[in-house]
């Protein structure tokens, strides 16, 4: 069988560079690259992507090896259907590795066509780096290999007010461009590269805050050969994600026009403010997951699957959702309905296993940021305690003991963190150990005990939980709250 390339397929011809992409990694290359193809299959967008690697070592050889192409393999639930289908992505026109070839990384800016810089060097990738100079053959840090190639731009096209670039990342932290135009502005001043260039960023190039939401497992390795036995080539680079898909970018009419999204079926949203989604995000598909974890654990449920088609254990977390996380959320009722749909559906993907202990990792932190305001905003706004979110506190503060009917519990968080719940669960007293546990101001930010109830409700619980186990505590404790 033939190595995946662009004779096999007759696809030589390429189109234009019109983005630069950082990174080559699947999440790139199941949601942008996707999206991309998107445009160029629907309104004929005619745009190339040349591929730069952003760390020593890399897939930019395996990419050129197959001329940039790969097969991406789409599975999920949708309205509670199974979709399955796959598509041949052929929008990378070249892939760069600019530690073994930076003059090749540096023609990339004088591109006549390029228009769009897009990134994902994940969550460490967009931070400033003191050592990086503006000689280095490549500098280390992504935002300065971007200002260096900024800056060679700027210099062949004599600032070119035209020849600005439209820069959106997609690393999964907040206020993604407004940091990374910050680190570049600084090299700019650290660099000495003069006021002309700051003026051409600031005024001819764009920078835009997103969010992205895509499940990608990538390399489907546990069932290689059944993919394979899809394919008349052999595929490398083969990828697989699940069929939902959001992205959402801050801008305005002027970036609908050079990116028409609006004219395919994806869930492209181009708005003025990112963060009403963001939220909806962290307090509905993360909140929930971080809601789930130690409840189903303790129930005796391994997976989020398992979590949602259970009837017990699915109808906490679609009340936890619909009936108390969703009404703390300042967004149309409607439309914050559909998105949860869309989270279940996912939730019971049967294509992506999700173990609850993989996401059990520093699930205090995550409660704090993820579930914390949902519970906090449903007291103000309804004068009482949530049931469901008040019982997966519990469960949390439970779960953190570390034993359960004589087995380990998956807990996975700093030793700190572990050794303070060791000492606190040294009582027998559960209102000590709610009043303790509530009071860490380290952990929440601000004294729980001061929110009415609270810790009366959560020893409660932690004593039902103890008695009774998950489901008749969960039943004995809802009568009460």
């Known amino acids: 069988?033939?190595?995946?390339?662009?004779?096999?397929?007759?696809?030589?011809?390429?189109?234009?560079?019109?983005?630069?992409?950082?990174?080559?990694?699947?999440?790139?290359?199941?949601?942008?690259?996707?999206?991309?193809?998107?445009?160029?299959?629907?309104?004929?967008?005619?745009?190339?992507?040349?591929?730069?690697?952003?760390?020593?070592?890399?897939?930019?050889?395996?990419?050129?090896?197959?001329?940039?192409?790969?097969?991406?393999?789409?599975?999920?639930?949708?309205?509670?259907?199974?979709?399955?289908?796959?598509?041949?992505?052929?929008?990378?026109?070249?892939?760069?590795?600019?530690?073994?070839?930076?003059?090749?990384?540096?023609?990339?800016?004088?591109?006549?066509?390029?228009?769009?810089?897009?990134?994902?060097?994940?969550?460490?990738?967009?931070?400033?780096?003191?050592?990086?100079?503006?000689?280095?053959?490549?500098?280390?840090?992504?935002?300065?290999?971007?200002?260096?190639?900024?800056?060679?731009?700027?210099?062949?096209?004599?600032?070119?007010?035209?020849?600005?670039?439209?820069?959106?990342?997609?690393?999964?932290?907040?206020?993604?461009?407004?940091?990374?135009?910050?680190?570049?502005?600084?090299?700019?001043?650290?660099?000495?590269?003069?006021?002309?260039?700051?003026?051409?960023?600031?005024?001819?190039?764009?920078?835009?805050?997103?969010?992205?939401?895509?499940?990608?497992?990538?390399?489907?390795?546990?069932?290689?050969?059944?993919?394979?036995?899809?394919?008349?080539?052999?595929?490398?680079?083969?990828?697989?994600?699940?069929?939902?898909?959001?992205?959402?970018?801050e801008g305005d009419d002027k970036l609908k026009e050079i990116l028409p999204f609006h004219k395919t079926d994806l869930d492209v949203k181009i708005v003025k403010d990112m963060q009403p989604y963001r939220t909806r995000k962290v307090r509905i598909l993360n909140g929930a997951h971080t809601a789930m974890v130690p409840f189903s654990l303790l129930y005796g449920n391994t997976t989020v699957k398992q979590t949602v088609d259970n009837d017990f254990t699915g109808a906490f977390v679609n009340n936890a959702i619909f009936n108390e996380i969703n009404q703390t959320l300042p967004m149309d009722k409607t439309e914050l309905d559909s998105f949860a749909e869309e989270v279940l559906d996912r939730f019971r993907n049967p294509f992506i296993i999700h173990n609850l202990s993989s996401i059990a990792l520093n699930s205090i932190s995550k409660f704090k940021v993820r579930v914390l305001p949902s519970l906090l905003e449903y007291v103000v706004r309804n004068k009482k305690l949530p049931t469901n979110l008040t019982f997966a506190f519990a469960a949390l503060i439970r779960f953190y003991k570390g034993t359960w009917k004589g087995g380990d519990l998956p807990v996975n968080d700093s030793a700190e963190i572990v050794d303070t719940f060791a000492e606190i669960w040294k009582s027998n007293n559960y209102a000590e150990i709610a009043t303790k546990t509530l009071g860490n101001i380290n952990y929440w930010g601000e004294d729980l005990n001061q929110i009415n109830n609270l810790s009366n409700a959560v020893a409660l619980a932690l004593e039902e939980i103890d008695t009774n186990g998950i489901e008749v505590g969960f039943a004995n404790f809802s009568k009460r709250y």
Request: proline residues 4%; charged residues 25%; glycine residues 6%.
């Open 1 to 249: 069988m033939n190595l995946l390339n662009r004779t096999i397929t007759n696809l030589e011809s390429t189109p234009p560079i019109k983005v630069v992409q950082f990174g080559e990694g699947n999440f790139l290359r199941a949601f942008v690259d996707y999206a991309f193809q998107k445009l160029n299959e629907e309104i004929n967008f005619d745009a190339g992507i040349a591929v730069v690697q952003p760390i020593d070592q890399g897939m930019v050889k395996m990419l050129n090896d197959q001329d940039g192409l790969y097969t991406l393999f789409l599975k999920g639930i949708q309205k509670g259907k199974e979709i399955q289908h796959k598509e041949l992505i052929t929008n990378i026109v070249k892939g760069i590795d600019p530690y073994s070839n930076f003059k090749d990384y540096l023609s990339l800016a004088k591109e006549e066509q390029l228009q769009f810089i897009i990134s994902n060097t994940t969550e460490a990738g967009i931070a400033y780096v003191a050592t990086d100079t503006l000689d280095m053959q490549p500098p280390s840090s992504f935002p300065a290999k971007l200002t260096v190639l900024l800056y060679e731009r700027f210099k062949y096209f004599k600032g070119d007010a035209k020849r600005g670039l439209t820069i959106i990342p997609c690393e999964l932290i907040n206020y993604n461009s407004d940091t990374l135009k910050e680190i570049i502005l600084k090299y700019s001043d650290e660099w000495k590269l003069g006021e002309d260039f700051k003026t051409w960023l600031n005024q001819h190039c764009s920078f835009h805050n997103t969010l992205v939401d895509r499940i990608v497992p990538g390399y489907p390795k546990d069932e290689i050969e059944t993919y394979n036995a899809q394919l008349s080539y052999k595929d490398n680079l083969i990828v697989a994600a699940e069929t939902f898909f959001l992205w959402v970018i």
